[in-house]
């Protein structure tokens, strides 16, 4: 059941009952539509309240629907709203807690509304590329006028009920009694004729040219390469140049044109990515957790700083213990400044400065850590290193603990068997900046319990992360795959681009930051590094030379005043390098290469199907789950561009049989032996399929 029906007196009340937010899916509808008709027929009811049971009133319209035949199936919600407003016995919504979208469309449909404060009151569509297609772009401007309701619909942020008197009949005390009160109300409108329907009223705004004409120029400014904001700004512009049924229609007909855009489905598919990424196969949503509330974190450097911000941002306190007292002290200043300079722009209070910093606690001794429910290690990236803390909190920490590593390449499985309870191991992957960046790879190891990983998926989202869960490999699931990436870019450089140039082709492909500039900003020894050691252990990949000798310069990056670019003294504006420049064509000499141009779409086909190559592996070696897993890494640590959905998301729409001929052609040219096509990736492709499905 999706909808119930009773009598209350005279009063019909239909509740939605679809956890978890009462989308409006056809089943929903179809008993909606049938609850309004039962009730005009009853010839004892003079009224009709509809309202949602449990955490919503609705969150609108079911958007799984979007891709099958079902929304358009009849009961639509077109019909369901046109069928309240039409009802010749008021309808009366009694809205609580979330009331979006299509929830909303249909509250501007009734011709009553009463609500609890409080209720978050939304048409978020936009940030789904989209606009409110059943009625809101035409409505809501009519009940709150022009400007306020296009901050609204081009937002698409929430606002609560209080604070929108022109929508609501009335606003309850908070702890009102919704459903009685909805029905009182009805009683007392129970009479009036003819009804108030919100498409009668005329949208408002004293100077309405010249508004939509500044809010044309400020969304496009703000849109980027979206398409839904200024499509929102010309429907919502017809609520005022249109009558309601052109409005309407006009309404319909650019909603039917954003649900194809390719950025509309992009970010569909970064939502479902989302949602997707917290659900693995075995670890039902009732596993049991292990409670944490108390954590502590080993190495105070950039990321243990980080770390422990990012803990104790979600409130938990933090025990931070380093190897000596300076690099404590350093960690310990580094967290302050950082908060500090959070209050000097406004975005902290120093409350709040105080009372985060009581949260962390430093020391030298592991016996204080002993008691914490996790414990997450970030130190050297060293295995002897990262093995000899293993060993340590192994004999101290309090049976039960959770024993995390954020090493970004090690073996988990390794650390692991340093310990006697590997199924406690999890290797936890921040991004840097920990407290900021939305990403946590959460690396399932070869013995890691289903409670653990549980734990730590609802730890991430307690942090306000994306999860997303690896397996165990060298790299997981992103540095793995960006490794690929950088080679490409790497070889371009000797065969005929600049760094700059590289940059800005992946850049103007939407990137945030191009590889090079990217390198420069964490550091180019941290590749370094992890090269030499590679070399070490086992033959390498092949790969360009030039980022070694760039560091055999000392050019590290910013942090050093040069790396890829030339840095003036305190800023961070990259000047292409004549060192640089000199060094790439000595190597090209070197190795007999005749440099020649090399456009835009080579450089980011190379850059781009080397992660989704990788990307294919890493699928079909279950190392990531799905392949929107893959995006959501990609969307959430690396910058890659929203509006094209991920890397993975991004092949499927160029086409996996495109991309694997581009793949082959490359594999035909100079450094061919980087190009051998994952077998999913040309299985996929010869039988016309997608990674992401279908
Ligand atoms: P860092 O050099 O800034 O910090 C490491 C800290 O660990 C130092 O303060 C050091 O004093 C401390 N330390 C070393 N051995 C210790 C021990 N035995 N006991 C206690 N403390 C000890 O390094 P970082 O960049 O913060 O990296 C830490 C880990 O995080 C590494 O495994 C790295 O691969 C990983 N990581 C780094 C990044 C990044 O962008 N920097 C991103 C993701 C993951």
Redesign the pocket.
């Known amino acids: 059941m999706s909808a119930e029906y009773a009598l209350h007196g005279t009063v019909a009340v239909i509740t939605f009952n679809n956890p978890p937010v009462n989308g409006l899916g056809l089943a929903t509808r179809t008993t909606a539509v049938d609850g309004i008709r039962r009730a005009q027929d009853d010839p004892d009811v003079t009224a009709i309240v509809i309202t949602g049971a449990g955490k919503a009133f609705s969150g609108g319209a079911d958007i799984r629907e979007f891709n099958s035949p079902k929304a358009l199936t009849e009961p639509t919600l077109h019909t369901l709203i046109r069928t309240a407003e039409e009802s010749v016995k008021p309808v009366v919504a009694a809205i609580h807690s979330v009331c979006m979208g299509g929830g909303l469309e249909l509250a501007l449909g009734c011709h009553y509304r009463v609500a609890l404060p409080g209720a978050q009151v939304a048409l978020p569509e936009v940030k789904l590329g989209l606009l409110p297609g059943a009625g809101g772009t035409q409505r809501l401007p009519r009940v709150l006028g022009l400007e306020a309701a296009l901050n609204m619909i081009v937002s698409g942020n929430p606002v609560l009920s209080e604070k929108l008197p022109a929508l609501f009949d009335e606003v309850l005390a908070p702890n009102a009694d919704l459903v009685a009160s909805a029905v009182a109300f009805a009683e007392r409108v129970a009479g009036v004729r003819p009804l108030p329907k919100v498409r009668d009223r005329q949208a408002g705004h004293p100077d309405a040219n010249a508004f939509l004409a500044a809010a044309r120029a400020r969304v496009a400014a703000a849109a980027g390469p979206f398409p839904a904001p200024l499509e929102c700004v010309e429907t919502v512009a017809a609520a005022v140049t249109m009558p309601f049924e052109q409005g309407l229609a006009f309404e319909r007909e650019r909603f039917m044109h954003l649900i194809h855009t390719p950025e509309s489905r992009a970010l569909r598919h970064a939502f479902f990515a989302e949602r997707e990424a917290a659900k693995i196969p075995g670890v039902p949503a009732d596993t049991p957790r292990r409670p944490i509330e108390r954590a502590a974190v ?7 700083a980080g770390i422990a911000m990012a803990l104790v941002n979600a409130g938990i306190p933090v025990t931070l ?4 007292s300076q ?1 404590l002290d ?2 310990m200043t580094a967290i302050r400044a950082q908060y500090e300079s959070a209050v000097g722009k406004g975005k902290l209070t120093p409350e709040l400065l105080v009372q985060r910093m009581a949260l962390v606690t430093g020391t030298l001794h592991y016996r204080d850590v002993a008691t914490a429910d996790i414990v997450i290690e ?4 060293d295995l002897a ?2 093995e ?2 293993f060993r340590q909190l192994d004999g101290v920490m309090k049976p039960g603990a959770i024993l995390a ?6 073996d988990v499985d390794r650390i692991a068997a340093a310990t006697s309870r590997p199924q406690d191991v999890i290797g936890t ?4 900046p920990a407290h900021v960046m939305k990403l946590l790879e959460i690396v399932r190891g070869r013995a890691t319990g289903s409670d653990v990983l549980a734990t730590v998926l609802a730890l991430a989202k307690k942090l306000k992360k994306t999860g997303v869960v690896s397996g165990v490999c060298d790299g997981f699931i992103g540095n793995r795959m960006i490794e690929q990436y950088v080679r490409q870019a790497g070889f371009l450089l000797e065969e005929g681009c600049t760094p700059s140039q590289v940059d800005g082709a992946l850049e103007r492909f939407g990137f945030a930051m191009g590889p090079f500039r990217m390198s420069d900003l ?1 550091g180019n020894d ?1 590749g370094w590094a992890i090269r030499k050691r590679r070399a070490a252990g086992q033959p390498g990949m092949t790969y360009s030379k030039v980022a070694d000798r760039l560091c055999e310069l000392g050019r590290f990056g910013q942090k050093s005043g040069g790396g890829w670019y030339d840095y003036r003294p305190g800023e961070r504006t990259p000047h292409p390098s004549t060192e640089v420049d000199a060094l790439i064509l000595a190597r090209a000499q070197e190795l007999g290469i005749e440099r020649r141009a090399i456009g835009d779409q080579e450089i980011v086909e190379r850059l781009v199907y080397a992660l989704v190559n990788e990307g294919a592996r890493i699928l079909e070696e279950g190392i990531a789950l799905r392949a929107s897993d893959i995006d959501m890494v990609y969307l959430t640590g690396y910058g890659f561009p929203l509006f094209r959905g991920g890397p993975m998301f991004h092949a499927d729409t160029v086409g996996l049989r495109n991309v694997l001929a581009a793949i082959e052609g490359f594999a035909a040219g100079r450094h061919g032996e980087a190009w051998q096509a994952a077998p999913l990736l040309a299985r996929l492709a010869a039988e016309g399929k997608s990674f992401n499905g279908g």
């Not at 213990?321 to 000596?324: D, H, K, R, V």
């Not at 970030?378 to 990236?381: G, P």
């Not at 590593?405 to 090690?410: E, F, I, R």
């Open positions: 080993i190495g105070a450097g950039t990321m243990g213990l380093e190897s000596s690099a350093k960690g970030a130190v050297f990236e290193v990262k000899a803390v590593t954020n090493t970004s390449t090690l992957h921040f991004f840097s964490a941290i």
